[in-house]
């Protein structure tokens, strides 16, 4: 087993079958994340018929990089998972740490028209030790330590539950890589059952709904999510979520021209929206060859945002990372499978 798949717990209930005190399981993840080892022999504090028995049970998983593009503040890498499959990460440098956008699965099937990764159609989950090694091998690149991790890459977070809730165990543990519940975000375009799940969720990480359409009719025509789960029914998953966990929700708005951004739709969202502990993220759109959806101009992002404003609806402009490089999630990818 991929020793990165191991939480904290399972290590120590993985050394009570050997007999062993529950500060073995502190003792090895200090050497996995702290120490950054990259192989058991490199353990010094623990017996070597212990190491032995540890070189038996598990192995190093091991992801590279193929490919990385840089830019001001920003690094996008096209990663290799062993078994040859890729999916891709992104550093952004904020004025408040490091965050990493991490792929959460091998394609995915939900098909957003604007997309790029919805050309990509879903393989496999990627494993919680997979979604692990993309924050160490990124570190160990640009030797760095990341506060924040977004959950927002290729693939959809609720599509991988299991291996989403165990990844956030694995990193916000205290003895690991330790990073804050509340500096980790996940992204979903809207499966209702799993946000009632996620409501009940002991971790306060941070909800963000991939939303781009205020009204059922333009949704249906961006996201095919919303025929099966329609706005009554998401907001309806969404109230009981910030009922029962006094947490915003982050609603995410990818800016279209001439299909999203229009005065009448500021004023839909504005009306959907209404009273929700909220905020609205203004996307500007990262253009590629292979879709035919235009950005915003700057000008209509700036006339929604104030629509929202004067509609009393908390709203910002995602400061924009890359546009000079393959920004797009599952560009990177999509060039090298079409090349």
């Known amino acids: 087993m991929n ?4 939480t904290y717990d399972d290590l120590v209930e993985y050394f009570k079958t050997l007999n062993l005190k529950p500060y073995r399981a502190k003792q090895l993840y200090d050497w996995l994340y702290v120490k950054r ?26 992801i590279s990089i193929l490919k990385k593009e840089s830019a001001e503040l920003v690094h996008k890498y096209l990663l290799k998972l062993s078994d040859g499959n890729t999916i891709e990460a992104v550093l952004m440098e904020h004025d408040y740490g490091t965050s990493l956008c991490i792929s959460s ?31 160490l091998v990124i570190e160990s690149d640009l030797k760095i330590r990341i506060s924040h991790i977004v959950i927002m890459g290729i693939g959809e977070p609720f599509d991988n539950y299991k291996n989403i809730c165990k990844f956030i165990e694995i990193v916000n543990n205290s003895n690991g890589i330790n990073i804050g519940s509340r500096h980790i ?16 969720f002991p971790y306060q990480v941070n909800l963000a709904i991939s939303l781009h359409a205020p009204n059922d009719t333009l949704r249906n025509s961006l996201m095919p999510i919303n025929k099966a789960y329609n706005l009554k029914e ?46 609205v993220n203004l996307i500007p759109y990262n253009e590629t060859n292979n879709l035919g959806y235009k950005r915003s101009s ?40 079409e090349a």
């Open 298 to 337: 700057k000008e209509n992002i700036l006339k929604f945002y104030d629509t929202l404003k004067k509609n009393k609806i908390a709203v910002t402009i995602r400061r924009e990372f890359g546009r000079g490089i393959s920004a797009a999630c599952g560009q990177l990818k999509t060039m090298k499978e």
């Open 234 to 279: 998401l907001m309806k998953a969404i109230d009981n979520y910030i009922k029962k966990t006094n947490r915003r929700v982050t609603f995410e708005y990818i800016m279209l021209d001439k299909i999203n951004d229009t005065y009448e739709c500021a004023l839909e969202l504005a009306s959907l929206l209404k009273g929700k502990n909220c905020y």
């Open 3 to 6: 020793i990165y798949d191991m």
């Open 185 to 200: 975000t996940i992204s979903t375009c809207g499966i209702v059952p799993k946000i009632y799940e996620f409501s009940e």
């Open 105 to 135: 699965e091998v394609g995915c099937n939900m098909g957003c028209k604007f997309c790029e990764s919805g050309r990509i159609k879903k393989i496999r989950d990627v494993t919680a030790g997979e979604m692990v090694e993309e924050i």
């Open 37 to 62: 080892i990259k192989s058991f022999k490199e353990i010094t504090n623990i017996k070597k018929e212990i190491v032995s028995k540890l070189e038996n049970d598990f192995y190093f998983d091991k």
